[in-house]
């Protein structure tokens, strides 16, 4: 008997966690298997050549591994790789990026929806495009927060020094009378406390996590593949340094997890 196909949750680090986690609740019979470019973190301020040849390494590391998805949960890369990645790969290819536009679209009551994200994600417009494929008349502001991931990725998300940080980088934010913010990035959910905070309980914070699970759960609901009734053994592949990945994984999602650290440039073939 061969074994049941997994998903496959790429990120530029441990900010798909949030994504993971996700799709552990929301389809808790599957396997995933997943992988943090930590080692070449963050990928927001990187130019799209290199963020594109970074996320095919993954690409090409996981699909080692017989999958029947594959989720994009770095929006970064969502922006500059999802529609070549469809193209080109034999399975369902879900980005973070369509799915938290929509869930936005059904929060905000004014019409005015803020997006947060790496410089990359903020420069391509990519959130922007999407939500006004939904709804044209709506008010986007973008706005850089580059200080963040490296917050994430340095396990001080909940630290003085985080609370300082946000408070200053969303100063430009606070007072624009957005009702919604998008956390167009991964990794920050694991700051929504403060974020939420700086912002005011007025302002609606959307993880694009859950509406990309759901996206996902869809996608694969035709698939049909061998199931088993035991606890699937997911798999966490970390690039840069495990012990650190694995005190983040487990306090995000709550169990142990079995961390290995592969070197990426190796998988990748141009």
């Known amino acids: ?18 994504v993971a986690k996700e799709v552990m609740r929301q389809l808790p ?29 993954m690409i090409d590391f996981v699909m080692k591994t017989p999958l029947k998805a594959l989720v994009i949960a770095c929006n970064t890369a969502t922006a500059v790789v999802l529609e070549e990645a469809k193209a080109d790969l034999p399975l369902p290819v879900i980005g973070v990026i369509d799915p938290g536009a929509r869930a936005a679209v059904k929060a905000t009551k ?28 709506l008010i986007v502001s973008g706005m850089a927060c580059p200080p963040f991931v490296p917050l994430v990725e340095n396990h001080m998300a909940d630290t003085d020094e985080a609370r300082r940080v946000v408070r200053e980088t969303l100063a430009p934010l606070v007072g624009q009378e957005l009702d919604t913010l998008i956390l167009g990035c991964t990794h920050y959910p694991l700051l929504a406390p403060i974020i939420q905070e700086v912002m005011g309980e007025q302002v609606t914070l959307i993880n694009s996590a859950e509406e990309t699970a759901s996206e996902l759960a869809n996608q694969i609901a035709a698939i049909k593949s061998i199931q088993t009734r035991e606890v699937p053994q997911h798999l966490f592949v970390t690039s840069g340094e495990t012990s650190r990945f694995r005190s ?16 990426l440039e190796k998988s990748f073939q141009s």
């Open 248 to 263: 983040i994984a487990e306090e995000w999602l709550k169990c142990p997890v079995q961390v290995e650290h592969h070197s």
């Open 110 to 137: 004014t019409g005015h929806i803020g997006v947060i994200g790496t410089e990359t994600t903020i420069r391509t417009k990519a959130y922007e495009r999407a939500l006004l494929r939904v709804q044209p008349d």
């Open 29 to 57: 019979e599957e396997r995933i298997v997943y992988v943090g470019d930590n080692a070449r973190c963050p990928y927001g301020s990187k130019s799209p050549e290199e963020i594109r040849a970074y996320s095919f390494q």
């Open 1 to 18: 008997m061969s074994r049941e196909r997994a998903i496959a949750v790429i990120d530029s680090g441990v900010g798909g966690l949030t």
